[in-house]
């Protein structure tokens, strides 16, 4: 691995060299955490995966033969100082001359490949199609590039969309065909923000998230990425990472305890697995998602966290994307097609249906929310639909068989082709995933992003209030804990690097460990 990928300074060896330190997880956070401390000369380190598998959120699979499928991320976004893609690139792992702007999730950069369905069957102009999709992508930008209005800032992203769109010339045409399609770029977004409906994400905070310059979305080639996890997993000594290994508790900030006349050393960490195997440390690197910590943050630390920080894991938001995989006999749609999309007379995303929706009415209609299916690199028979939010819940809890069947008839009905049975469905379901729960961050509408995700990065103890504690016993590291990449890949890894950077700086004028 290329060492300046990783700056990690200079250390005082015989302190780090004694400095025990377990890392919670092993995806990209924790892998680069633990790379960046290995490579600085620390000797102690122990990760505790909860899955028989590396990787988190990054999970490459070959369930149709011998080409990957991803069932978690997909794409590296952006390049200019993106460690993922850097390592990408140097491991000579990007697909050249394949189309980086397919995009589901970003609606503007729409190929003229998409074939854009209403329901009933008849196929919408590719030149009505780009006109609204390029008036969303402007609207959006704004958003992104903090330059909206003073009275859209309060808005929810979905209120500032549909307020903006009525003040556009397309609102003002009697075809209805605008309308819709202007839902589906919301819907659409919403797997980009990982939100049940844009009605709930904040409008005026997508302003912090930085897009980083370059293709925004860069395809990886055969080995998908866990050609990238393999180059981390070279870093690292055998032994390692420990699978299967879910953590239970977290005890913090321990105290010596006399024994008679004398003082035992005690390390003041102890993480208890489920198994209740315990293992000391003198620092903790906790890279579990945000899921995790809304369902288990109350009872896995000890003390408990600081009400700044749970309030933190309560107020951010954690959306479920997932995907689901149709493999065909046969490919049935033309060779000039790269997605299949659907364009509903009364989606999810118009604010009357949104407002108006019931459980059961949205439980019935969770199909609704698939913006559409999209062809897959390297499979010529198989399409991905993609679906988020409650929906994507729900389906989580349908047969794989009753979901594949949905979609055919999805697809027969929109496009009016004929279309084979389909042969073999995959779904990633990251909502119902105990090591997970969900599959990544947004700001909710009226949540401050910088001041949580900087609660949520903060380590304990604050050494404000409690001085004369060991410092850096707990530290917070993932995709959840970035200000300016959160939902991202080269986030998580950054805030590895961050908080193993912060124990490098701890240890490089030590002479004695803490």
């Known amino acids: 691995m290329n060492s300046r990928l990783i700056n990690v300074g200079t250390v005082n060896m015989s302190a780090s060299r004694d400095a025990k330190v377990v ?6 956070a924790g892998l680069a955490a633990a790379v960046s401390l290995v490579q600085a000369g620390f000797q102690h380190i122990q990760i505790l995966e909860a899955n028989g598998r590396v990787g988190g959120r990054v999970h490459t699979t070959r369930p149709f033969g011998k080409n990957i499928i991803e069932l978690g991320a997909t794409w590296i976004h952006g390049q200019d ?18 189309s980086s702007s397919k995009v589901m999730c970003l609606p503007h950069s729409v190929t003229p490949q998409d074939y854009y369905f209403k329901q009933g069957g008849k196929q919408l102009s590719a030149e009505t199609v780009d006109e609204v999709c390029s008036l969303f992508g402007k609207l959006t930008s704004k958003a992104f590039d903090s330059e909206l209005e003073g009275r859209h800032k309060a808005l929810s992203l979905g209120s500032y969309l549909d307020a903006a769109f009525a003040e556009s010339p397309l609102a003002a045409s009697e075809d209805s065909e605008s309308q819709r399609i202007f839902e589906w770029c919301k819907r659409s977004e919403c797997t980009d923000e990982a ?32 050609a990238i996890l393999d180059i ?95 493999c065909f006999s046969e490919r049935f ?19 009357s249906v949104y407002t108006s929706q019931t459980e059961e009415t949205w439980k019935e209609t969770w199909f609704k929310k698939i913006c559409g299916f999209d062809t897959v690199a390297r499979h010529p028979t198989v399409l991905c639909g993609w679906i988020t939010g409650k929906e994507a819940l729900h389906m989580e809890t349908l047969q794989d ?77 993932g995709e959840a804990t970035q200000v300016n990449f959160y939902t991202t890949t080269h986030g998580a890894y950054l805030s590895g690097v961050r908080d193993a950077q912060r124990l490098i700086t701890l240890y490089s004028n030590k002479t004695l460990s803490p």
């Open 401 to 477: 068989s009753e979901v594949g069947d949905t979609c055919v008839r999805l697809i027969r009905s929109f496009t009016g082709w004929s279309v084979p049975d389909v042969s073999q469905v995959l779904i990633s379901r990251w909502g119902c995933d105990p090591h997970t729960l969900g599959s990544y961050t947004f700001v909710p509408h009226n949540v401050k992003a910088v001041k949580e995700h900087e609660a949520l990065a903060a380590p304990l103890p604050f050494q404000n209030k409690v001085p004369e504690s060991k410092p850096l016993q707990v530290l917070f590291a």
């Open 333 to 351: 749609w033309p060779e000039d097609c790269a997605g299949i999309q659907l364009v509903w007379d009364e989606g999810p995303e118009d604010k």
């Open 81 to 98: 100082g993106n460690p993922i893609f850097q390592l990408a690139k140097e491991g000579d792992l990007l697909v050249e001359g394949m």
């Open 195 to 226: 939100s049940s409906s844009l009605y709930e994400v904040s409008a005026s905070q997508l302003g912090y998230y930085i897009t980083l310059e370059g293709g925004f979305l860069n395809s990886l080639g055969p080995g998908g990425y866990q």
């Open 23 to 28: 890392v919670v997880g092993a995806g990209f």
């Open 232 to 326: 981390l997993l070279k870093c690292l000594p055998s032994g390692m990472i420990l699978s299967n290994k879910p953590v239970k508790s977290i005890h913090w900030d321990l105290k010596e305890k006399s024994q008679g006349t004398e003082s035992r050393e005690m390390h003041p960490v102890k993480v208890i697995c489920e198994s209740d195997e315990v293992f000391e440390a003198d620092h903790v690197i906790v890279t579990v998602s945000l899921g995790v910590l809304k369902q288990q943050a109350a009872a896995m630390f000890k003390p408990a966290l600081p009400k700044s920080k749970m309030d933190a894991i309560e107020r951010l938001g954690f959306g479920t994307v997932d995907k689901i995989f149709l």
